[in-house]
């Protein structure tokens, strides 16, 4: 769904802080001075002989001519220099929100700015908020290069390029802002102003106009340049490999080196491998990646850039149509980039006077382009390229493995340069009459809200405690602005959770998942971006939105071919060796956390040789979450313990080769012949149930689930049923259990909507079967056998008239009204003589979860919630009491003439709070309906068969 675009608004001037304001009116006579606080640890035990620290805790004392104010304490310094601050100008009677400098007061604090960068006198710098000696000598990224600048020889001599100084120093560009607001429109603007700024700095510094670079008119005092010039290491050439990006797209990127000089200016280096005389002209963008990075791009200075009088949309414009805009290093710096660029890792820090340098791979060059992209962040998290896969559902903190979501979109957004998300918590009250009847995860209804806004990524997080006792629920709302605060899309999703943080996490997966989709086709039409709207419950601006991402168009990395929603294609799997070893019997189920071990080479066919490109001996994911590529989820849901299992599959986008590879120069002559494909090599090594599972099999013996079966087995062998269809028979576990046993069975059917988990059923089933041929083994009755794919809510007459159905521990994984809808077609359309539905028992969750193994699982974010028991699994929608499973089952009974009986396994009935698992047995009181005739039959046939065996073909 669509959003109106908002209106054009002026790009409004940055707020100063109150510590700037002090700065601005006070420059070097505002003195600060931090002390550290130690605060004694209010919860140690009494008596204990050694004492604990508490946190480590900061005050500051501000110094003005006129007054002296103390601040609180606080846990940054940072945040007790800006309470003293703001403490002052209270006693000054001046309102920081109302501060209006005049047009004068930034152009002088620019000039001074400038004079103080070059003079010998102490000084403010406001990039660190701190006072610090002359800046030469000082530990500041700039006056690297002020030193490195005296090292120059001949006319270039102590020559600053103007370009370093308007992009190393934060205040230089805070105020060009506040002088300017188109600033920050085109950054390069900031160069032009620190010209201006210098040209007024007369007697202190020198600048040349045709050459951009800035010096001190007067060489430094001799104790000054001794000082500054103490050297840490030994002098030498270093080669260091960068990463050259050519204009033309045609060309291919490659490593470079730049023998750089400890003794020389690195910047001469790097413009003379752009072909500049030197590096005047070269212009430096802002850090890629993280802000204490020094990766950055390099590239030459256009004229047009510079100018304050240039109409710089048009000259956008022309430089884009005749080619001259380097799209690939655009993309990578978000931000216009004209002209080869040259990518480097290299550059002064606040540790140290020396150089620091780091090479820089072609595997460095395209991770850096997958950060771009949402399911790239998180792949990066997991540290697996090629087996890893942006979720499509957060079910809980302990099963989530990597980056979690809301941490996945505050990176997505600093990557593009967005604001950062905002994030709107609601909090649900259920009414009084409602909470002692209804237990529902997602839906609430006649319900108190109450609002909790989490601006810029920040989570509220008073009150969860209480909200959780209380029964209250939580929906959050995801907004994302550009960085002139337009809105480029919201999410407000419906569903509602019982932690403020589960309701964060899922918010930010809707949005990723509609983001990656969007990347993933850069050219997808809007019709079709609107396609996904609806479910994901976001709206968006398409002309914001693509205003944002304007960049990422004219080239797209990370394209393959994909299915309707974004995921890869699910066909481009390829016949391998398949699975092999011992069937251990266990298996993986949803829900359950598979570890497995894994390598995935690259074969190249044509000399018959395998290069390793990624591995892990211990990789952890939760099943069905589709946290892994799809083909290695298939593969493991059919494994079990202990087997290995090789696939073959088509190549991917060749940009996650190389950012998985590490021999970049050997994988780009493989891809150029195009006669490679990958091979995973895959073993399963444990699995982890879902905590419902284990807790099932710990405290009830035998196990709830062989109780469950024990009870259908019983009313099939008292009726003498011959056909069995099993709803909702998910990996076939009902079915494979009544194999070990001789019963009147001679047709069973399994319906599931989970493909994957039919497939290990049918690789069960189909097993088992083809065993047991002697005439003496327990399944050798059975004469056919059916698994077919999709709901059981939707009617198809090959499921009508079975003598017995079941639907064991299935219902509860829907929403309340599809629990209906299926009793409703059951009974009505399939009719079969007996229905047999088993659903937990909520009021038995206070036993189950009062145990040492609930207990040792249990999440941060659920301690104290004792009034409310939580589900026994992530995956149910709701759970119900038994008055409320007798209402369900006696509505339906009644509507549809059958009668209904009540039992359970797993406690008592006569016992409070009855039995772990409460079962509903129907049973028909009319002979079932015959389909008429006149109904087309091949029109009520929805299911698709998965597999099919009969006892003729033993196949």
């Known amino acids: ?167 190393l120093d934060s205040k230089l560009s805070s105020l060009s802002k506040l002088i300017d607001p188109k600033v920050e429109l085109n950054p390069y603007r900031v160069i032009s102003y620190v010209m201006k700024a210098a040209a007024r700095s007369s007697g202190i510094v020198h600048t040349s106009e045709e050459q951009l670079w800035v010096r001190r008119q007067n060489p430094y005092p001799l104790e000054i340049t001794d000082s500054a010039f103490q050297q840490s290491g030994s002098p030498g050439i270093f080669p260091i490999e960068a990463i050259y990006i050519p204009c033309s797209n045609e060309k291919n990127i490659n490593v470079v080196k730049l023998n750089v000089s400890s003794t020389g200016y690195y910047l001469d280096v790097i413009a003379n491998q752009l072909g500049l005389v030197d590096a005047s002209k ?58 080869d660029a040259i990518l480097a890792s290299i550059g002064y820090t606040w540790k140290s006077k020396d150089l620091f340098h780091e090479d820089l791979s072609m595997q460095s060059y395209y991770r850096m382009l997958l950060s771009k992209v949402p399911s790239g962040v998180y792949k990066l998290s997991r540290g697996a390229i090629l087996a890893a896969d942006l979720p499509l559902a957060f079910t809980t903190k302990t099963n989530w493995r990597g980056s979690f979501p809301r941490d996945v979109l505050c990176n997505f957004c600093r990557q593009h340069r967005l ?48 909200a959780v006792e209380s029964g209250v629920t939580f929906r959050c709302e995801v907004k994302i602005y550009s960085k002139f605060q337009d809105l480029l899309l919201e999410c407000s999703p419906k569903d509602s959770y019982k932690k403020q943080s589960d309701s964060i ?13 969007y990347f993933k086709n850069l050219d997808i039409p809007v019709e079709r971006l609107n396609c996904s709207v609806c479910e994901l419950d976001i709206k968006f601006n398409p002309k914001s939105v693509f205003e944002a991402f304007a960049l990422c168009r004219p080239i797209q990395f990370f394209q393959h071919s994909e299915s309707p929603d974004g995921r890869l294609d699910e066909s481009n799997a390829m016949p391998g060796q398949g699975i092999c070893g011992p069937d251990s019997g266990v298996s993986p189920s949803n829900g359950s956390l598979s570890c497995i071990s894994y390598s995935v080479m690259l074969v190249i066919r044509s000399d018959n040789t395998k290069v390793l490109l990624e591995s892990s001996d211990d990789f952890e994911f939760e099943m069905g979450s589709r946290s892994v590529i799809h083909q290695i989820e298939a593969a493991v849901m059919q494994m079990t313990v202990g087997q290995s299992a090789f696939l073959l599959m088509d190549m991917p986008s060749p940009e996650f080769i190389l950012a998985a590879a590490d021999d970049s120069e050997r994988i780009l002559s493989a891809l150029s012949s195009k006669d490679c494909c990958l091979e995973y090599a895959i073993t399963f090594y444990r699995i ?53 046993y001789q019963t009147s069975l001679e047709n069973i059917v399994g319906v599931d909507i989970s493909h ?36 059981i809510t939707v009617f198809d007459s090959r499921l ?156």
């Open 419 to 466: 604001s950062e998300p905002v994030f709107s918590t609601v909090s649900i009250s259920e009414a009084p009459s409602k909470t002692s009847g209804l237990h529902k995860k997602l839906k609430v209804k006649d319900s108190a809200v109450e609002e909790t806004d989490c601006a810029n990524g920040s989570i509220a997080a008073a009150g969860a405690k209480a």
């Open 756 to 791: 994957k988990s039919l497939i290990r059923a049918a690789k069960i089933l189909n097993s088992k079967l083809n065993a047991n041929s002697g005439a003496d083994m327990p399944s050798a009755g059975i004469k056919s056998a059916i698994l077919y794919d999709g709901s």
């Open 800 to 955: 009508c008239g079975f003598d017995i159905g079941t639907c064991l521990e299935v219902i509860e994984h829907m929403e309340e009204d599809q629990a209906w809808l299926f009793g409703d077609v059951v009974l009505s359309y399939f009719r079969p003589k007996i229905l047999i539905v088993s659903t937990p028992n909520y009021e038995y969750n206070v036993i189950l979860q009062g145990s040492n193994l609930s207990s040792q699982e249990e999440d941060p974010d659920d301690k104290g919630q004792s009034q409310a028991c939580k589900f026994r699994n992530h995956d149910h929608k709701f759970e119900w009491t038994r008055e409320q499973f007798n209402h369900w089952a006696s509505d339906l009974a009644t509507k549809h003439d059958y009668s209904v009986e009540f039992g359970g396994v797993g406690g008592s009935a006569g016992v409070e709070p009855g039995f772990a698992s409460q079962i509903a047995v129907f049973r028909s009181g009319t002979a079932p309906t015959l389909l008429d005739d006149s109904q087309n039959v091949a029109d009520s046939e929805h299911l698709s068969i998965v597999w099919e065996w009969n006892s003729i073909t033993r196949s």
């Open 505 to 517: 996490q899922n918010a930010s997966l809707k949005v990723l998942t509609w983001l990656d989709a």
């Open 1 to 167: 769904m669509e959003i109106g675009g908002s209106p054009a608004v002026a790009v409004p001037k940055s707020a100063l802080t109150p510590k700037a304001i002090i700065y601005q009116k006070y420059g070097i006579e505002a003195c600060y001075k931090v002390e550290e606080v130690q605060e004694s640890n209010q919860n140690e035990c009494p008596g204990l002989a050694i004492t604990q620290k508490g946190p480590c805790l900061y005050r500051c004392t501000l110094q003005l001519p006129e007054i002296s104010v103390v601040s609180g304490t606080f846990k940054k310094k940072k945040e007790a220099e800006q309470s003293a601050s703001e403490l002052a100008l209270e006693k000054l009677g001046i309102n920081p929100a109302a501060y209006n400098p005049t047009e004068q007061d930034p152009w002088d604090a620019l000039v001074g700015r400038v004079k103080y960068l070059f003079s010998d006198e102490v000084g403010y710098c406001a990039v660190i908020d701190a006072w610090e000696f002359n800046f030469l000598t000082s530990l500041h990224p700039l006056s690297g290069h002020f030193r490195a600048a005296l090292q120059r020889e001949g006319g270039l001599y102590g020559c600053v390029p103007v370009s370093v100084i308007a992009f």
């Open 282 to 339: 070269v212009l430096i963008t802002r850090p890629i990646g993280r802000a204490s990075s020094e990766v950055r791009l390099y590239f030459a200075a256009l004229e047009f850039m510079l100018e304050l009088s240039s109409d710089l949309s048009n000259a956008k414009r022309d430089m884009h149509s005749d080619g001259s805009c380097n799209t690939r290093a655009s993309y990578l710096s978000g931000e216009d980039i004209y002209g």
């Open 688 to 740: 982890t149930e879902p905590l419902e599972d284990r807790m099932e099999q710990a405290l009830f013996s035998p196990p709830l689930s062989k109780q469950r079966v024990e009870y259908a087995l019983h009313h099939i062998k008292q009726t003498s049923a011959t056909t069995l269809v099993d709803f909702g028979c998910g990996s076939g576990s009902l079915l494979d259990s009544l194999l070990n």
